[in-house]
């Protein structure tokens, strides 16, 4: 059995499409198909059940999946952990990171490419739900984002600062002018929220249900536009106050309702060895002016 076997099997796995996973490994359909059929021959057990209309795997094939995964992860675990014994010159660190948290990210993620250029950096930008998915395949060394409301089994939180849920409106919005704000005030006006599944409004999820006629206008996934509508219009969202970070023309007022933080955390997973390159951003992110200035802000 070949580590290179395993890790196209892996991919077809997950595609569930040879076409695409050769693609994706830069290998021939054939060469593909010929590796996994060797694999199989090795372990005595069909994997993967081939049709002219899809691929699917069978109960060794998702028997061995996890293992796979696991494997590969070690092996390449090996190569940088001895790597990681010389130095921090080279190498890939892969950083999930939520839409909210993205923000405060850009200062870290300059200082690091300039003092560690020969360490690639993969960011994913995702929702909680698919990060963390991506946490538990260790497709991702680790996660930047708002701690969960439950914890997740198998994955330690670390707090970087606190922040608070806040209503976000423009400057000249009647909601502008004060130094906090109750649900009662912001659902008389038109709504722009951010879309299920996002942190903040899985937050301000739960507290919204006690007021049926909310009038939402739109809701969008994407931050970035979300407060381009804010900025031009009388709409009001909901955020965490650290996605405004070197935002202008829009102001955040915190939301007057019980335990309004909103901790701003580093996820791992428990027991995971954590590479260098890794300690060494988060190192850097805890020193940023973005999270400095939020440290104490709303302990």
């Given at each position: 059995?070949?580590?290179?076997?395993?890790?196209?099997?892996?991919?077809?796995?997950?595609?569930?499409?040879?076409?695409?996973?050769?693609?994706d490994?830069?290998?021939?359909?054939?060469?593909?198909?010929q590796?996994?059929?060797?694999?199989?021959?090795?372990?005595?057990?069909?994997?993967?059940?081939?049709?002219?209309?899809?691929?699917?795997?069978?109960?060794?094939?998702?028997?061995?999946?996890?293992?796979?995964?696991?494997?590969?992860?070690?092996?390449?675990?090996?190569?940088e952990?001895?790597?990681?014994?010389?130095?921090?010159?080279?190498?890939?660190?892969?950083?999930?990171?939520?839409?909210?948290?993205?923000?405060?990210?850009?200062?870290?993620?300059?200082?690091?490419?300039?003092?560690?250029?020969?360490?690639?950096?993969?960011?994913?930008?995702?929702?909680?739900?698919?990060?963390?998915?991506?946490?538990?395949?260790?497709?991702?060394?680790?996660?930047?984002?708002?701690?969960?409301?439950?914890?997740?089994?198998?994955?330690?939180?670390?707090?970087?600062?606190?922040?608070?849920?806040?209503?976000?409106?423009?400057?000249?919005?009647?909601?502008?002018?004060?130094?906090k704000?109750?649900l009662?005030?912001?659902?008389?006006?038109?709504?722009?929220?951010?879309?299920?599944?996002?942190?903040?409004?899985?937050?301000?999820e739960?507290?919204?249900?006690?007021?049926?006629?909310?009038?939402?206008?739109?809701?969008?996934?994407?931050?970035n536009?979300?407060?381009?509508?804010?900025?031009?219009?009388?709409?009001?969202?909901?955020?965490?106050e650290?996605?405004?970070?070197?935002?202008?023309?829009?102001?955040?007022?915190?939301?007057?309702?019980?335990?309004?933080?909103?901790?701003?955390?580093?996820?791992?997973?428990?027991?995971?060895?954590?590479?260098?390159?890794?300690?060494?951003?988060?190192?850097?992110?805890?020193?940023?002016?973005?999270?400095?200035?939020?440290?104490?802000?709303?302990?």
């Amino acid at each position: 059995m070949e580590l290179r076997q395993l890790k196209y099997f892996v991919h077809v796995a997950r595609t569930l499409n040879f076409s695409e996973a050769a693609k994706d490994l830069c290998v021939t359909q054939s060469t593909l198909s010929q590796q996994i059929k060797q694999l199989e021959c090795e372990l005595g057990t069909q994997l993967l059940i081939r049709s002219s209309h899809k691929v699917s795997l069978t109960e060794a094939g998702e028997l061995l999946l996890p293992r796979a995964i696991n494997t590969i992860h070690d092996a390449a675990q090996c190569v940088e952990i001895v790597s990681d014994l010389n130095s921090i010159a080279t190498g890939t660190l892969n950083i999930g990171v939520t839409y909210s948290f993205s923000p405060i990210l850009t200062e870290s993620v300059l200082t690091f490419m300039k003092l560690y250029p020969g360490v690639k950096l993969n960011i994913f930008y995702k929702t909680m739900e698919e990060l963390m998915e991506m946490l538990s395949r260790r497709d991702v060394d680790f996660v930047l984002a708002f701690r969960p409301s439950v914890p997740i089994p198998g994955v330690e939180s670390h707090i970087l600062f606190q922040n608070c849920l806040s209503a976000i409106v423009s400057p000249n919005h009647p909601l502008a002018s004060k130094d906090k704000v109750s649900l009662s005030e912001i659902v008389r006006y038109d709504l722009a929220l951010p879309a299920r599944g996002l942190q903040s409004r899985n937050a301000i999820e739960p507290l919204l249900r006690s007021f049926p006629s909310l009038r939402v206008r739109i809701e969008l996934n994407e931050v970035n536009i979300l407060l381009k509508l804010i900025r031009s219009s009388m709409l009001v969202t909901v955020l965490a106050e650290a996605t405004l970070h070197n935002e202008t023309g829009i102001k955040a007022v915190p939301i007057d309702i019980p335990d309004n933080e909103m901790s701003g955390c580093v996820h791992t997973l428990k027991d995971s060895w954590r590479k260098r390159s890794m300690q060494e951003f988060v190192k850097i992110l805890s020193e940023s002016m973005a999270v400095r200035a939020r440290q104490n802000a709303w302990i």
